[in-house]
């Protein structure tokens, strides 16, 4: 079993700054793509941005210049590096990943209990 464990969110002004991470946990072999995303109380669940093994990235219109995702996969880490924050960024987000285990030759996709974030204009 893995588990993604995020950290980071919290209350910002707009204009500022918050640094998400996650961390996946367990018997890992492998982890291919890595991503954010972020939910809105009663719209769906929204790609910010993903970034895959080799280090290609697909960032949403919305996050394109002021967010910036990386990755460790020594340290099984993503991290969500979100500057010049807006009241319309203000969601719920969610690291995802998917995870070869160790054992198993397919991957399964896992998310984390996602993490507020609230930006105050």
């Known amino acids: 079993q893995v588990q993604l464990v995020e950290s980071g969110g919290g209350l910002v002004q707009a204009g500022g700054s918050l640094r998400l991470s996650c961390v996946a946990n367990?018997?890992?072999?492998?982890?291919?793509?890595m991503g954010w995303y972020r939910q809105i109380p009663g719209k769906q669940r929204e790609l910010v941005v993903d970034?895959?093994?080799?280090?290609?990235?697909n960032y949403a219109d919305s996050a394109k210049g002021r967010f910036a995702i990386s990755r460790d996969d020594a340290k099984n880490t993503v991290s969500l590096q979100m500057n010049e924050l807006k009241p319309d960024d203000t969601a719920v987000y969610y690291c995802?990943?998917?995870?070869?285990?160790?054992?198993?030759?397919?991957?399964?996709?896992?998310w984390g209990q996602g993490t507020q974030v609230t930006v105050s204009s």
């Open positions: 995802s990943a998917a995870v070869n285990s160790e054992g198993t030759l397919y991957s399964t996709a896992y």
């Open positions: 367990g018997r890992i072999y492998r982890i291919y793509t």
């Open positions: 970034i895959s093994r080799g280090g290609s990235t």
